[in-house]
């Protein structure tokens, strides 16, 4: 299959008559059953009509993802809510007032609408409205309803940018929509609305700070910063190793100079080995690292740069064939929360904490 990639300017904010006609062909690419990534403001989606089972296969195939694994359905407009949930609750009604279009995705309980195939077998169904522009638009052309999982291989880091999703995808789907780079840089907040409290299921942008102003007490799923508890976890998709860079990746926890200080004597000696290394650091600490690459996610004072970054530097390393990754540790509170548990599924869960003891070295469940 041929990979079509289309160029939209900006954030298509404004669309030229082309763009317009471009998207509306995207749409149509849906409609039939096929497959286009486009850009959204936290990663790059690998969209399908969630209303097709046969779309649903197509995605789970072009990513190599397990199919219990459920995926998300993008809604533009308010009023197409209701037409795959069972009942709108006054929580979730209030969520959407609040939050969309945004970085958060809800789990309700599905109506007849959305086929199994779309929701990994549960009775439940994930619906997100996002506030991208081309993202908006495309769900309007593709016929309201786009079940999108994030546009990589499964297991890879989710791309940032156009140029990640031709590497996993190119052959793979139908079309490319490219947007630039997202401004947000991780997945969405997932939050289930099926239970009481309701329980934040992965972390995301929108905190459970954020989420509380609103609701009152919310829950955080126990896994959320923790190795495999061999609890069956309540988001299908947890169990599954993600955003793994080839390299092996080993987070260091502890007083600034002792991280830089381990980082180094580590890198030297992998070095020695003929390993690759790479360093992922912060503007703070970054002059003191010496290894093969080293980047920063900028500066610790700045967690939206820490999150816009995260993706691509896991990518940009794999692209230069590092081999060992050391990597600072961030705070667990607020968006830290999000990065950390990125970061931690990342290593595997590799942490190590320097105050002399080895924490956590559990494995995820690896697929
Ligand atoms: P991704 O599409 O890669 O951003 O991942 C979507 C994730 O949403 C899945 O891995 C699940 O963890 C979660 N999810 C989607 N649908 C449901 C659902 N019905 N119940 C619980 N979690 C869900
Ligand atoms: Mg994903």
């Avoid at 994030?150 to 791309?159: E, M, T, V, W």
């Avoid at 600490?285 to 970054?309: F, K, M, N, T």
Wanted: some cysteine; hydrophobic content about 35%; glycine content about 10%.
């Amino acid at each position: 299959m041929d990979t079509r990639v289309i160029m939209i300017q900006g954030r298509g904010e404004t669309l030229s008559s082309e763009e317009e006609q471009a998207l509306q062909e995207a749409g149509e690419v849906l409609r039939r059953g096929g497959l286009v990534a486009f850009p959204t403001e936290t990663v790059y989606g690998l969209g399908g009509d969630a209303l097709n089972p046969e779309s649903s296969r197509k995605i789970y195939a072009a990513k190599g993802r397990p199919s219990d694994n459920p995926l998300i359905v993008h809604i533009a407009r308010m009023e197409d809510l209701a037409a795959i949930v069972r009942q709108v609750s006054g929580e979730a009604a209030l969520l959407a007032r609040t939050f969309w279009p945004g970085p958060l995705t809800m789990i309700l309980p599905k109506a007849e609408s959305v086929p199994y195939e779309t929701t990994g077998g549960l009775e439940t169904v994930a619906v997100r409205m996002p506030s991208h522009p081309v993202a908006r638009r495309l769900i309007v052309w593709g016929g309201g309803y786009v079940a999108a999982p994030s546009a990589n291989l499964s297991g890879r880091p989710s791309p940032t940018s156009a140029k990640y999703v031709l590497e996993d995808m190119n052959g793979r789907i139908d079309m490319i929509l490219d947007g630039g780079e997202g401004d947000i840089g991780l997945e969405s907040t997932i939050v289930d609305l099926t239970v009481s409290p309701p329980q934040i299921l992965r972390p995301g942008y929108i905190t459970r700070e954020m989420l509380e102003t609103v609701l009152g007490q919310v829950g955080v799923d126990q896994t959320i910063l923790q190795a495999d508890s061999g609890q069956a976890p309540r988001a299908p998709g947890m169990k599954y190793r993600h955003y793994a860079p080839k390299g092996e990746l080993t987070i260091i926890s502890g007083p600034a100079g002792q991280v830089t200080n381990y980082i180094n004597i580590h890198a030297a000696e992998d070095r020695k080995q003929g390993y690759k290394v790479g360093v992922i650091g912060t503007d703070e600490a970054l002059a003191q690292y010496r290894a093969d690459v080293v980047s920063s996610l900028g500066s610790r004072r700045d967690e939206d740069s820490i999150a816009r970054h995260l993706y691509s530097i896991l990518r940009e390393f794999d692209d230069a064939q590092v081999t060992r990754i050391y990597s600072e540790c961030f705070e667990t509170t607020g968006l830290g929360q999000a990065i950390m548990n990125r970061l931690l599924k990342a290593a595997g869960h590799k942490l190590i904490v320097l105050d002399g003891t080895v924490s956590s070295a559990g494995q995820d469940n690896r697929v």
